[in-house]
């Protein structure tokens, strides 16, 4: 498989040495955005995009614009999420987006939904989540850290938000830690009086998103539409 690289940071790296380990071949490196770079001329199968917020949209509608499928992994850009998709559906391509790749993390996604559910009828707990990650990364919280928050709030009626480390009763209190070398650390807690619950996700090495995005682009190649990494879970797992 052709993969093009929009963003060639650490993870863009880490994604290159997978990529290469899986017998793909790397045909284009971009450091930030895509202005100077011909995506017509490359023959790609499918483009990896982990740049940063400011230059997703562009990088990933450039992409679409000749019909290339792009996984998504960068975040800080979803205001213009539902454009991409229109952009997306639009040139006839495939497209998949996730705050986080990593298989272990999608799998946390599944259980913190599950016990959410669980949950949702026990307003003696009050819910907290707190991310840790490396001092480099641009935005806070992680759209890890969002996406958990958002799956609590779809299945528990007394949580209608969140909000950066003040929260009011019926929201939820997100906690952004930035320390050095850090891949990243997610935490749910439900807390009383009486106990507390806690379910995390620590990552040892960026190698788990990076694997993660290099499976979603073997699954998505040669596909048409909008999938979710569920979906791609779904289909490699059974």
């Not at 650490?10 to 011909?38: C, F, P, Q, W």
Request: with cysteine.
């Amino acid at each position: 498989m052709r993969i093009a690289l929009l963003g060639y940071g650490k993870m863009g790296k880490t994604i290159e040495s997978i990529a290469k380990e899986r017998d793909h071949e790397i045909v284009l490196k971009v450091e930030a955005d895509i202005e100077n770079y011909a995506l017509d001329k490359i023959d790609a199968d499918v483009a990896i995009d982990f740049s940063v917020p400011k230059a997703a949209y562009k990088n990933i509608t450039t992409a679409f614009k000749y019909e290339i499928p792009v996984v998504s992994g960068t975040t800080g850009w979803l205001d213009d999420y539902d454009k991409a998709v229109k952009k997306c559906n639009e040139a006839n391509t495939a497209f998949v987006y996730a705050s986080n790749f990593s298989i272990g993390v999608n799998l946390f996604f599944k259980l913190n939904e599950h016990l959410a559910g669980m949950m949702k009828n026990l307003q003696e707990y009050d819910i907290e989540i707190e991310e840790i990650h490396h001092t480099e990364k641009l935005d806070a919280p992680s759209g890890t850290a969002i996406s958990l928050a958002q799956q609590i709030i779809t299945k528990n009626p007394y949580k209608n938000n969140w909000q950066l480390d003040h929260a009011q009763k019926d929201e939820i209190p997100v906690y952004a830690k930035r320390i050095e070398n850090v891949p990243g650390t997610h935490t749910v807690s439900y807390k009383s009086k009486i106990d507390s619950l806690e379910i995390m996700h620590t990552a040892n090495s960026r190698e788990g998103f990076a694997k993660g995005a290099v499976i979603a682009a073997e699954w998505l190649k040669d596909k048409k539409g909008v999938f979710t990494m569920q979906e791609v879970l779904s289909g490699i797992l059974g």
